[in-house]
T-cell receptor, first 113, second 111 residues
Framework: DGGITQSPKYLFRKEGQNVTLSCEQN?????MYWYRQDPGQGLRLIYYSQIVNDFQKGDIAEGYSVSREKKESFPLTVTSAQKNPTAFYLCASSIGPRSHEQYFGPGTRLTVT | DAKTTQPTSMDCAEGRAANLPCNHSTISGNEYVYWYRQIHSQGPQYIIHGLKNNETNEMASLIITEDRKSSTLILPHATLRDTAVYYCIVRTHNAGNMLTFGGGTRLMVKP
């Protein structure tokens, strides 16, 4: 089955620790995205990558970092510099930067205490 | 990208058509209207998009007014599984494919 996988579904960390969220796609899509969702809110863009070895900051990139060394993988690191890291994190991909449809993964719910 | 306004919540009876409105009065000529939905604790799902003409696919219909300042998403025969938050998004095709999600409309389909 083609799709986007995010693991784990739930993640718990202590404050001050960096944590990396996984996102893998086997759709052969060029573009990948990371969004954050807080309770009762819409999605906000953290980072996006239009092609391998290239990525750009979204609206709320502070405290986050990404890499795009492989087409199928776009991991997101939540650093200790992120003030309010507890949230629902969603990864998405699209065929290319100009395609109309984005495909979303199931999300990772991160709780930092 | 233009801003959208949607009702916070709506109810619909199972089997009836669900009509979800969206206002986008500042939409510009090259901006598309997109609809996504998000079932609780899952990732959003693309539904449909349009520029000027009405569009229909296996999931829904999109009706865009002639002046393009508003649109309506129609789910012709709503089921309980259509209960979700529905997001109306307006953006250009060239905007790095970034989607800006507002609060959306929480649709509750009731038996």
């Amino acid at each position: 089955d083609g799709g986007i996988t995010q693991s784990p579904k739930y993640l718990f960390r202590k404050e001050g620790q960096n944590v990396t969220l996984s996102c893998e796609q086997n759709l052969n899509h060029d573009a990948m995205y990371w969004y954050r969702q807080d309770p009762g809110q819409g999605l906000r863009l953290i980072y996006y990558s239009q092609i391998v070895n290239d990525f750009q900051k979204g609206d709320i990139a502070e405290g986050y970092s990404v890499s795009r060394e492989k087409k199928e993988s776009f991991p997101l690191t939540v650093t200790s510099a992120q003030k309010n890291p507890t949230a629902f994190y969603l990864c998405a991909s699209s065929i290319g930067p100009r395609s109309h449809e984005q495909y979303f993964g199931p999300g990772t719910r991160l709780t930092v205490t | 990208d233009a801003k959208t306004t949607q009702p916070t919540s709506m109810d619909c009876a199972e089997g009836r058509a669900a009509n979800l409105p969206c206002n986008h009065s500042t939409i510009s000529g090259n901006e598309y209207v997109y609809w996504y939905r998000q079932i609780h604790s899952q990732g959003p799902q693309y539904i449909i998009h349009g520029l000027k003409n009405n569009e229909t696919n296996e999931m829904a219909s999109l009706i865009i007014t002639e002046d393009r300042k508003s649109s309506t998403l129609i789910l012709p025969h709503a089921t309980l599984r259509d209960t979700a938050v529905y997001y109306c998004i307006v953006r250009t095709h060239n905007a790095g494919n970034m989607l800006t999600f507002g609060g959306g409309t929480r649709l509750m389909v009731k038996p």
